[in-house]
Structure formats: C-alpha cells, structure tokens
C-alpha cells in the first residue's frame, strides 16, 4: 500500500524527474505538487502504489496535457533492445538450457523502467542476470507448468523489455500465449502500439488489459482481459507493479519474473535489492 512512506518518497521522485520533462509553469508544478500531496493524504490507507501512480498521471496529464510523456523512451527502449537481438540469438543457440537462459534474458530486460531509474545499464545487467542464480528460484515449477499448461496468459510490462518476453516466448514455443499490454500509456509501460513495433503478434496473440495502471489491477481491467485471465491455465507476470497488483490472490496459476528494485519489495520477497527473481506464492509456502 501507499502507506508505506518509502513507496510515496519513490513516486515524488519520479514525478520530480518527469515534472522537469514537461514544459509547464513553476506555478502549475507547483499546484501539481499540491494535489499530489492532498491525493496522498486521502488514499494513503486504501490505495495501492500502482493504482496511485496511475492517479497521479491522470492528473498530471491535465496540466500538460501530453498523454505519453515517455513516448520517445519508449521508441528507444524498443529499438536498443530489436539491434540486441542478434546477440541474444547466439547466446541462446550457444546455451546448454536455452528455456533458463532465456528466462535470464526476459528478467533482465525489466531494468528498463523509467519510474524506478533513468539511468539503468542494460547491457551490464544481461551480463549480471546470465551470470546470476535467481534470489527466489522457482524455475523448475515454471518450466513444469508451461508443459502442462493448454493456455498462458503473459502479463507483459515495460517498452524494450517486451523485446526479451518475445524472445522468451519464442523458446517456450507454445501453441496457445496470449500477451498483455497497458490500455493506455502510462509511464513506460508496453502498449499495443509497442506490441505492433516489436512484432509480438508474430509469436503471440496480443490484447490489452484496457486500463493504465502501472500493474495489473483485475476489477478494473476489461471484460476480454478478465475472460482470458480467469480461463488461463498458466499466468507469467513481468515486473514489480504486477506483482504488487496480483500477489494478494494467492493464485497457484501466477508465476511473477522480476528484478527487484527497491527495498521495499525486497523486504517483503526476503531477498537482495537488485536481484533477480522467479516467484510463485503458493510454492514459497510449501518450499
């Protein structure tokens, strides 16, 4: 929840750095800053950090009235990550267990995010993430689940790092993966319009959740995405704001892959900051 003051802190300072994108008067900052603070104040116990920031945005947009402040860092997330994908391909032909590598591959890429840092090094994180077990390792369950599985839904995150769930789903090599995307832009979060550049339609279906919230928040997503994430046999959720959103269901079905990223997320997964992770809820409580 947002009560958690380190989580209100996080989401100043990703304001603060998109306040100074936009080109708005100090006053209006200023008033920003204010509805922030009184959103804060009324919400603080009864909303989620995601659900939050999602709030934040809409007002945000009403004073610069720009509805992708990220849209150029989207594009270039998307296009740094394509000219990487060459690379990747050796590194997986070259690989004794192509379904972990790639695995490694889809969770590094989820440094690219423009709400948590601005100055992530993608490359050094590959090399950290191939080098690295993971801090919760449920892996193997993973791997059992998309065999069995006659349905995944993947529930996808940030521009650029759709490029490495592409090539993650390309190895699962299922007949049946649907791929999630925000409703609208919100930070740098992959809409269809990111599905569409990178190609994902050539490895899944793609629909959108028809929300923006920076995560997957149920009651507020469409009747379609609901459909297809109540029949889903398999669920893989990319990024913190997913987790936060689903964790709380406790759903045997759900398997979160992310870096973790900040200290509040690790206190609660018990694991390092910076560290990667392949968790699923319902195998920490019989591990």
Request: charged letters at 25%.
């Amino acid at each position: 929840m947002i009560s958690d003051y380190r989580c209100f802190f996080c989401l100043v300072k990703s304001f603060e750095k998109l306040l100074e994108k936009e080109s708005i008067s100090v006053q209006a900052k200023n008033r920003f800053t204010m509805d922030m603070i009184n959103l804060y104040k009324t919400n603080q116990e009864k909303t989620g950090s995601p659900e939050f920031a999602r709030n934040l945005h809409w007002i945000l947009k009403g004073y610069t009235n720009n509805p992708d402040p990220y849209k150029a860092e989207k594009r270039k997330s998307n296009i740094q990550a394509l000219k990487m994908l060459p690379e990747m391909g050796d590194i997986l032909r070259q690989s004794k267990d192509p379904f972990i590598t790639a695995l490694k591959l889809a969770i590094a890429g989820n440094v690219i995010d423009y709400a948590a840092s601005q100055n992530f090094n993608l490359e050094n994180t590959i090399s950290k993430s191939l080098k690295s077990g993971f801090a919760i390792d449920h892996s193997e369950q993973l791997r059992r689940a998309v065999n069995k599985a006659d349905s995944i839904l993947y529930l996808g995150d940030n521009a650029g790092e759709i490029v490495f769930d592409k090539l993650f789903i390309q190895t699962l090599n299922h007949k049946k993966i649907i791929y999630a995307v925000r409703g609208m832009p919100v930070i740098n979060d992959a809409t269809m319009e990111d599905a569409d550049y990178i190609g994902m339609k050539d490895v899944a279906k793609v629909i959108s959740n028809g929300y923006d919230a920076p995560s997957t928040i149920l009651d507020k997503s469409s009747d379609e995405f609901r459909s297809y994430f109540y029949s889903a046999s398999l669920i893989i959720a990319k990024g913190q704001g997913n987790l936060e959103g689903l964790v709380d269901f406790n759903d045997k079905r759900i398997f979160f892959l992310l870096m973790v990223k900040c200290n509040v997320m690790a206190e609660y997964l018990q694991v390092e900051k910076d560290s990667f992770a392949v968790y699923n809820a319902l195998n920490s409580v019989t591990n």
